[in-house]
């Protein structure tokens, strides 16, 4: 019970603190905290971790928040993970995808956590941008999915989230 309740606080402390970071920013017509729910529910399977990195994975690249802050108040793993899904600077989205993506490609070993946040990042997103009807988003995702796959997929990491994101960003 004791190793659970751990586990629990650490989940719920990132939780509030993105919630706290990310203010009252919106997504979509929604709170903020819907896609960090969403994103966290997609990641449960994958362990506690996995949980804490969802909620934490935009908090760099949306708020005010430094990486270090991220690694002082939840560990290095962590950081690390949240500063692979951060997007790196760029004139546009185009190459601030284009930098993120080869960054993605290169992560090997324990740090593949990350990219299974990713792509429940993208499927969270994929999935709102369906049920709200965003075609122009979805037509963003549909147009970066080939480059986003060859990046982030790892064969037998997360299988069944691929193939939900597949199905869904098929035109």
């Not at 966290?40 to 005010?64: C, F, K, M, Q, S």
């Not at 991220?70 to 546009?92: H, K, M, P, R, Y």
């Not at 601030?96 to 993506?101: A, F, H, V």
Request: glycine fraction near 6%; include cysteine.
């Amino acid at each position: 019970a004791g190793v659970c309740k751990v586990r629990c606080v650490m989940k719920q402390k990132a939780r509030e603190y993105a919630l706290l970071h990310h203010g009252d920013q919106q997504y979509g017509d929604h709170p903020y905290s819907v896609h960090l729910d969403a994103v966290a529910a997609l990641v449960e399977a994958y362990g506690d971790t996995a949980v804490v990195i969802a909620y934490l994975h935009d908090v760099v690249e949306d708020t005010g928040v430094a990486m270090a802050a991220v690694e002082v108040e939840f560990g290095s793993f962590v950081a690390s993970c949240v500063g692979i899904l951060t997007d790196e600077a760029g004139a546009d989205r185009k190459e601030r995808k284009s930098k993120t993506y080869a960054k993605m490609a290169s992560v090997s070993g324990e740090l593949e956590l990350a990219l299974v946040v990713k792509i429940a990042d993208r499927l969270a997103n994929v999935r709102a941008c369906v049920v709200d009807k965003n075609e122009r988003l979805l037509g963003f995702y549909r147009s970066e999915h080939q480059v986003f796959k060859q990046s982030v997929y790892r064969q037998g990491l997360c299988d069944e989230l691929w193939d939900e994101l597949d199905s869904l960003i098929k035109p």
